[in-house]
């Protein structure tokens, strides 16, 4: 497989570390002002090549995988689809871009909007993606298999739905620092040291992550049964959070609230 990589930070160069473990990928050609940046122990890969900006491109490919900010998306995507074959697959992961607005500038090319979360840098985030009608089932495997290097990858059925995607998985990690920002708050305001409501609030959410990861049969409820009993402490604090449904009610807000707001970014464009 051949890949042209345009933008190579934080998200390429997770994706472009993915690939190159990869003996299937033949040649990634990446496009950034700053080269092409990733974390392999043979940074001297011969299947890559750097360059500063799309005059460079040469050769076709058989997906074209755009990782620049949303904001200079236009312009990247007007000085890009004359240089790219008629038959090449775009795969764009900028939040709010749609497959409206990727059909402007790549027309009936197979094209894809994917939605992928920070800790895909890790290999364990979550990729949501659509696609339009015009990609082979060939094409839909190759883009599961390009975007499983970021972790778990599911097809969303509607791209209205994408903006719900972004709220709940996309900017879902930065919930959950907020959280245990949060937790590790209260624990210095119950009396702790702040080394150590720093070290048990992190490890908390570490590890409850981890259980969960590793009981995949059970539900997040059943998991928080396990550890409230009858009467007991965590009932306690869990009366204060879900006591009228306080904790379901602000998190449904803030998730509306990144909906609403990747609409009017996406009707922005
Ligand atoms: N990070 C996330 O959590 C996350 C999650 C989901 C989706 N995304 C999406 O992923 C995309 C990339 O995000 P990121 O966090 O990886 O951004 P980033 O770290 O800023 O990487 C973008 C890279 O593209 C380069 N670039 C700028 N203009 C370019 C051009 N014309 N041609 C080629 N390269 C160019 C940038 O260089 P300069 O620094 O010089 O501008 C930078 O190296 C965004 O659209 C974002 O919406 C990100």
Known sequence: MDIL??????????????????????????VDPHGAKHDQPDQGDRRVVACADASGITGNFDIAVLAVKPQVMNAVCADLAPRLSADVMVVSIAAGITLTTLAKHFGDRPLVRAMPNTPGAIGRGITGYVTNQKLTSKQNDAVVRLLDVLGDVVQVPEESMMDAVTAVSGSGPAYIFALTEALEKAAIASGLPVDLAVKLARQTVVGAAALMDEKKDTSPEALRKAVTSPGGTTEAALHVLMENRALETLFKKAVLAAKTRGQNLAQSQ
């Open 5 to 30: 990589l345009i933008g190579c930070g934080h998200m390429g160069s997770a994706m472009l570390a993915g690939w190159l473990r990869r003996d299937d990928i033949a040649r990634v050609v990446v």
